[in-house]
């Protein structure tokens, strides 16, 4: 289905992400496969080069945690890589990223059956300019041709007062990730 607007939202988190669409006047958070309204940020690569993401990759950051990487989001923008030791493969944040979106994207796909290519991303407040566009490399990475950013305090505060019939309010909304802690004044 060809698309007119960008109706996905990711919040591509330090320690969790998500993705949700704008359905009319409403949101809706894609389940996963398993289930839940979130996704562990967590990359695993097997003995086999097989990669995992999400739940499966979470329970092997203890137990083989020279394969399995989360918080990468951290350390986007830099040079840093992650080596997996098991297949001698080495990835930047944004490639671990790609593969978290794309796992989004898949949820997604086997959900509604929509193949979109274009979703809005959020950052944290503090991101700069390298950091930025290491995530919109990551969206490409992961097959998303269009996908502009939002500072999540923001978007926390736009997705708060969507749609509310309450005029001249003002709203102080703090998003406490993972990894970061921002607030904006709505």
Request: aromatic share 8%.
């Amino acid at each position: 289905m060809n698309r007119l607007t960008i109706d996905y939202g990711i919040d591509l988190g330090t320690t969790n992400s998500s993705i949700a669409v704008l359905q009319g006047n409403e949101t809706k958070v894609i389940e996963n496969n398993e289930g839940q309204k979130y996704t562990p940020s967590i990359v695993w690569i097997d003995r086999r080069d097989r990669l995992y993401v999400g739940n499966r990759a979470k329970n092997q950051l203890e137990s083989d945690p020279e394969n399995a990487y989360g918080e990468f989001k951290l350390q986007m923008g830099t040079s840093h890589t992650y080596r997996f030791s098991h297949s001698n493969r080495s990835m930047k944040p944004e490639e671990l990223s790609a593969e978290i979106i794309k796992s989004l994207r898949e949820d997604v796909r086997q959900h509604t059956g929509d193949d979109f290519t274009a979703a809005v991303i959020t950052v944290p407040a503090a991101f700069e300019l390298p950091q930025c566009e290491a995530t919109i490399r990551a969206a490409r990475l992961a097959g998303l041709e269009e996908c502009p950013l939002v500072q999540e305090p923001v978007a926390a505060a736009l997705a708060y007062g969507f749609q509310r019939e309450e005029e001249k309010k003002f709203w102080l909304v703090f998003d406490i990730g993972g990894g970061t802690f921002d607030a904006a004044i709505l």
